[in-house]
């Protein structure tokens, strides 16, 4: 077997697990870019794609931050995070177009204030997408090869860096890093279940840090681990669906959401009974999230992802109830306030927030563009539900 494919052992070495590592991840990420460069409109799935690629390379350059050369380090984070906000927009407005697509409204005023909103979400998105553009094309594919060659070949030597004790072997690096974010996770989630949105909020960055990180030490793990990424996974979803709800309850309340929402009557009732149908859900979400996840299972997932590395230690999470097993209630009625209709689980990396700021330079966001787009027309038929899987026109 060549050298360059031998696969990664607990005794490799550190630096050349790491070297690997980061090559791989950031050649997906020049992968990703290079297809969606090929779409004047790409699809839903392939902003979705560039995103998680540029996720989980920066989660590579965090957890081997010590052995990347300050500045090889900086110059590939701000493009990976300077591509993943442009992309944020495009997100959103794909992620908030589903949630509204799939929304099962028997009131036909309701049903018309959701058509005109995906119709303004799908206008802001073609804006948002000229920012994405710039973004991909900031940088062409050689200079992005030779930034990551150069960051790979220049790693240090772990006997260089400024740890009082260095892990010089991957299955030592997996021990240090995890134990370290499962610290940040234990100090983040103090406050949980009883969290404001924002800690929420930040709780799931965090658990989507962690995931990537545990997937990169995943050749060294024990078979647990599958178990614990399961476990973040399910976390990240329920609480990837309250962000996404409340980033939609914010474009819905924004000004000039929906054409003649200040001028007519009848569209500003509208508008307040679907914000009050979301408002409905999201706290419906939220409460089943609070309920499930108790400071206990808090603490047990901190010690069981501090375990993973070492098969001799105990690490048996305590799994609380599913915050999916929601029973369906009715639809809302013209007030918007009757009961809320469970979310559908997704997958937990399709938030529409992922907490980045989105990139305004030169841009506009999807809410900022709302006032550009003329006003949708009027009709019967709807082809709201025809959108539900996320793919707009």
Request: positive net charge.
């Amino acid at each position: 077997m060549a050298e360059g494919h031998r696969p990664i052992s607990p005794d490799t070495p550190l630096r050349k697990a790491a070297r690997r590592l980061l090559r791989d991840r950031l050649k997906a990420v020049g992968r990703r870019v290079g297809k969606a460069r090929k779409h004047d409109q790409p699809s839903p799935e392939i902003i979705h794609e560039v995103r998680i690629a540029t996720r989980r390379a920066g989660a590579a350059v965090r957890v081997f931050r010590n052995l990347i050369r300050r500045r090889d380090r900086k110059r590939v984070s701000r493009w990976l995070r300077e591509l993943r906000q442009a992309a944020a927009d495009t997100r959103r407005a794909d992620v908030q177009t589903r949630l509204l697509a799939a929304a099962k409204l028997d009131d036909p005023s309701l049903a018309q204030a959701a058509d005109e909103a995906i119709a303004r979400l799908e206008c802001g998105r073609a804006a948002a997408l000229q920012v994405f553009h710039e973004a991909a094309r900031r940088r062409s594919p050689r200079q992005w090869r030779r930034l990551r060659k150069r960051l790979t070949r220049r790693l240090r030597d772990p006997a260089q860096t400024d740890d009082a004790a260095p892990s010089t072997t991957f299955s030592r690096g997996a021990a240090a890093a995890l134990s370290a974010l499962a610290g940040e996770l234990r100090e983040i989630t103090d406050a949980a279940p009883s969290a404001d949105l924002q800690s929420l909020h930040r709780i799931r960055l965090d658990i989507k840090r962690l995931r990537y990180s545990i997937e990169i030490f995943r050749p060294v793990l024990a078979d647990r681990a599958a178990e614990t990424l399961d476990l973040l996974r399910e976390v990240q979803t329920a609480l990837g669906e309250i962000n996404d709800l409340d980033e939609l309850r914010k474009t819905l309340a924004a000004p000039d959401a929906l054409t003649g929402a200040t001028g007519e009557s009848s569209v500003s009732a509208a508008l307040s009974g679907l914000i009050a149908w979301v408002e409905a859900r999201l706290a419906e979400r939220r409460e089943a999230f609070e309920a499930s996840w108790s400071p206990a299972h808090w603490a047990a997932l901190c010690e069981a992802i501090i375990a993973l590395p070492d098969d001799s230690r105990p690490a048996t999470v305590s799994q609380p109830p599913s915050t999916h097993a929601v029973d369906a209630y009715p639809p809302p009625s013209a007030n918007g306030h009757a009961h809320a209709a469970p979310c559908t689980s997704h997958d937990p990396d399709d938030s529409a927030n992922a907490g980045d700021t989105p990139a305004r330079d030169g841009g506009a966001c999807v809410i900022e563009t709302y006032h550009a787009c003329p006003p949708p027309p009027r009709s019967a038929d709807s082809s709201r539900h025809a959108r539900s899987s996320g793919d707009t026109p």
